[in-house]
């Protein structure tokens, strides 16, 4: 079945530092969406993307979706104290009868200030 | 608008002791989804719906686990009986269709001990 890996698992920065995690897929993706759930909380829906090297901006976070659709990746720049929390990737299978989203296991930013 | 809205949040239970935990959806969305997240394994899907009829159970662990949903607006995820590997976060999450943005609950938080 489809997986999706997530890395790095974990990652602390320095305030002020940029943050990437990267997303793949072990098959092509119709879409790909981006969570965040902070600490004791419950994942919060970020962005989607659906074309082949797509990119989206929302402030300080830019998402990528790679030409091939199989992978893709959220960059944060100069993190905040703010931004603390697990970031997950969803991807949505393009074959007939896909139907649902299969999460990565999550990449936990700790933020140091 | 209300959310996904699940109960109970926190349930401390002994094990062999059945455990209930329910669900209503936020109003509208056709597609439910209950996830277990535990450290090891991450976000795990254990069962969708679809205009309440189940359409996936495959990542339901065994027949200790059991989940209905009698109408568009209410789901219960039951164990019976309950083991202490059964400890995790316990999201319920709805969405219209099952590849678009999913809302999730803020979680049951359980403890078999």
């Known amino acids: 079945g489809q997986q999706v890996m997530q890395i790095p698992q974990y990652q602390h920065v320095q305030e002020g530092e940029d943050f990437t995690t990267y997303c793949n897929s072990s098959?092509?993706?119709?879409?790909i969406q981006w969570y965040k759930q902070r600490p004791g909380g419950h994942p919060v829906f970020l962005i989607q993307?659906?074309?082949?090297?797509e990119v989206k901006k929302q402030k300080r976070l830019t998402f990528q979706f790679g030409e091939a659709k199989k992978n893709s990746s959220l960059h944060i720049t100069a993190t905040q104290t703010t931004d603390v929390g697990t970031y997950f990737c969803?991807?949505?299978?393009?074959?007939?009868?896909?139907?649902?989203?299969?999460f990565g296991k999550g990449t936990k930013l700790s933020v140091i200030p | 608008d209300a959310g996904v809205i699940q109960s109970p949040r926190h349930e401390v239970t002994e094990m062999g002791q059945e455990v209930t935990l329910r669900c209503k959806p936020i109003?509208?969305?056709?597609?439910l989804f209950w996830y277990r997240q535990t450290m090891m394994r991450g976000l795990e899907l254990l069962i969708y719906?679809?205009?309440?009829?189940?359409i996936d159970d495959s990542g339901m662990p065994e027949d200790r686990f059991s989940a209905k949903m009698p109408n568009a607006s209410f789901s219960t995820l039951k164990i019976q009986p309950s083991e202490p590997r059964d400890s995790a976060v316990y999201f319920c999450?709805?969405?219209w269709g099952a590849g678009n943005t999913i809302y999730f609950g803020e979680g049951s938080w359980l403890t078999v001990v």
């Open positions: 999450a709805s969405s």
């Open positions: 098959t092509t993706l119709s879409n």
């Open positions: 993307l659906v074309k082949s090297g």
């Open positions: 969803a991807g949505r299978g393009s074959g007939a009868g896909s139907y649902q989203l299969t």
């Open positions: 109003s509208g969305h056709n597609s």
């Open positions: 719906f679809n205009n309440n009829v189940p």
